[in-house]
């Protein structure tokens, strides 16, 4: 139980740094939003805006913690986002590339499920 308190610090704190470094961008007009949800554990960044009458909506960043292992659902940052967690401490063993198809995954150095 733990472990997964933990890794949920660490998503938080990751995801929050980024927020907290887009934000610094004088060409940033749009929103941007953490979401949170410990209780389902979804953990997410994304922006919200609109251009003119379009609604823009883009999910930089989704990860899951699924049977005690960080599901890296979505990734659009430059470093990685498992790449941030591993400097953390977490083990790639623990890290789920879940944005790659199943059989795929065995050729990374993540877990596979």
């Known amino acids: 139980m733990d472990k997964l308190i933990g890794y949920r610090e660490l998503i938080k704190q990751v ?44 999910t930089h960043v989704h990860i899951r913690i699924k049977n005690e292992k960080i599901f890296i659902e979505e990734d659009w940052t430059e470093e990685g986002i498992a790449t941030e967690l591993m400097k953390l401490g977490v083990s790639s063993s623990d890290i789920v590339l879940a944005f790659q198809p199943p059989d795929v995954r065995k050729f990374t150095e993540f877990a596979t499920a």
């Open 15 to 58: 995801l929050t740094e980024y927020d907290n470094l887009s934000r610094q961008s004088p060409d940033t007009i749009t929103e941007n939003c953490l979401v949170f949800d410990e209780n389902h554990d979804h953990f997410l960044w994304l922006t919200v805006d609109w251009q003119g009458s379009k609604r823009l909506k883009y």
